[in-house]
T-cell receptor, first 113, second 113 residues
Framework: KQEVTQIPAALSVPEGENLVLNCSFT??????LQWFRQDPGKGLTSLLL?????REQTSGRLNASLDKSSGRSTLYIAASQPGDSATYLC????????????FGKGITLSVRP | ETGVTQSPTHLIKTRGQQVTLRCSSQ?????VSWYQQALGQGPQFIFQ???????GRGNFPPRFSGLQFPNYSSELNVNALELDDSALYLC????????????FGPGTRLTVL
């Protein structure tokens, strides 16, 4: 059974800091990995999707990497801003007939002005 | 292009009642997945619908049921509500069931008293 872990559960950093959010998964037989952002009480916004054959994806100040063999992904946020404060979740899908996402519990990020 | 929409936004029910939640998928998307997110947890996969047929189900009892309509919108029905059903219910749509990016709606907050 696939398990996704995100540690720590919460993180507080000063504005302008570069930071890395970690995600680990137990079964390396994934189809892809997706990073989401969730504001309090809201739905999920897709940030980046990495296919299992890819090593990384970039969008603006965000860069996500994937090391399938070690079961790890990182989300790098450059020059953090208070508007980046949110919960960040990673999720994996497995090869197969449906795209069921298995999520971690998320990391709640607070960027202090 | 209209994104994923869900209704209602909030709902309060009592134990034993039945509830129907609705989701309109993003234009061109034929796949809808439903997730339950308890407070402080990552979303849990309930089931997926593809072209009006159930295409995979998570570890939820049969009192959780669904439908997908010819226009690819979807309903989630929950019978015999229990206190533990209180959660944010999220719907996501995608171009296909095979691992494309999933786009989430804003969610329906269900409270069971």
């Amino acid at each position: 059974k696939q398990e996704v872990t995100q540690i720590p559960a919460a993180l507080s950093v000063p504005e302008g800091e570069n930071l890395v959010l970690n995600c680990s998964f137990t079964d390396s037989a994934i189809y892809n990995l997706q990073w989401f952002r969730q504001d309090p009480g809201k739905g999920l916004t897709s940030l980046l999707l990495i296919q299992s054959s890819q090593r990384e994806q970039t969008s603006g100040r965000l860069n996500a990497s994937l090391d399938k063999s070690s079961g790890r992904s990182t989300l790098y946020i450059a020059a953090s801003q208070p508007g980046d404060s949110a919960t960040y979740l990673c999720a994996v899908t497995r090869p197969g007939a449906n795209s069921k996402l298995t999520f971690g519990k998320g990391i709640t990020l607070s960027v202090r002005p | 292009e209209t994104g994923v929409t869900q209704s209602p936004t909030h709902l309060i029910k009592t134990r034993g009642q039945q509830v129907t939640l609705r989701c309109s998928s993003q234009s061109g998307h034929n796949t809808v997945s439903w997730y339950q997110q308890a407070l402080g947890q990552g979303p849990q996969f309930i089931f997926q619908y593809y072209r009006e047929e159930e295409n995979g189900r998570g570890n939820f009892p049969p009192r959780f049921s669904g439908l997908q309509f010819p226009n690819y919108s979807s309903e989630l029905n929950v019978n015999a509500l229990e206190l533990d059903d209180s959660a944010l219910y999220l719907c996501a749509s995608s171009l296909s069931p095979a691992g494309d990016t999933q786009y989430f709606g804003p969610g329906t907050r269900l409270t069971v008293l």
